[in-house]
């Protein structure tokens, strides 16, 4: 690693993996999704209130191209929980229904359906700002 | 532009004995139910994977979204 990085944007997005316990990639942000699947699993984290960060794939197509080599998964949206890929929006919200998100997460079950316009303070993060 | 059939096809043609039950309502927008021996003892993420497979490079283009369900029989 001492040498120039060969792939910052990949190692960037490997960075914000492992320094954030839960991570959402996403189009838009929480508050302002530009996908509805986007916009459901985001709505997953908020309904359950776990903190979360949040990047937006949107604004650099290498961000979303390096993520899902990365990940080996060809969709957004993607999260992680302690630098593991959990998911896209079918299998968050599977596991949102089945209470196994919040068990992911450490926290208490949800009583109602996601709210996907709901704000609970997650601070997005522009990964394209980490690059400088 | 692919058809809620093709796509159907195309999953049952990646996958051996697969069954897809395929629905699309604008023909870019996919919902599958996915049935196959195949996803045993795999988990949730490589089931996921082993169906997005029959589509590399074409998620997100021209088919932009695929909702899938997977389930073994």
Redesign the interface.
């Known amino acids: 690693m001492s040498e120039q990085a060969s792939n910052p944007i990949r190692e960037a997005i490997a960075q914000a993996i492992d320094e954030n316990p839960v991570i959402l990639f996403m189009k838009g942000t929480p508050e302002q999704p530009m996908c509805g ?1 986007s916009a459901r699993t985001a709505g997953a984290l908020q309904a359950l209130g776990a903190p979360f960060a949040a990047v937006d794939i949107l604004p650099d197509p290498r961000i ?1 191209q390096e993520l899902s080599e990365l990940s ?5 949206p993607q999260l992680f929980v302690n630098g593991e ?1 959990v ?5 968050v919200t ?1 596991m949102f229904e089945s209470g196994e998100l919040a068990q992911t997460l450490g926290v208490e079950p949800a009583e109602a359906e996601p709210v996907e316009t709901q704000a609970v303070g997650p601070r997005p993060m522009g990964i394209e700002n980490r690059l400088s | 532009m692919p058809t809620a059939e093709d796509v159907k096809a195309r999953i049952e043609a990646s996958i051996p004995g697969a069954t897809a039950d395929v629905q699309s309502p604008d023909n870019v927008h996919f919902n599958a139910r996915v049935i196959a021996e195949a996803f045993a003892g795999l988990s ?2 490589e089931q ?2 082993l169906v ?1 497979a029959a ?1 590399e ?1 074409e ?2 283009g021209e088919i932009h ?5 997977t389930e073994t029989p």
């Open positions: 699947f979303r080996n998964w060809p969709t957004i890929f998911g896209g929006c079918d299998i599977e | 949730r993420i996921h994977r997005y589509f490079g998620l997100g979204a695929l909702q899938l369900k």
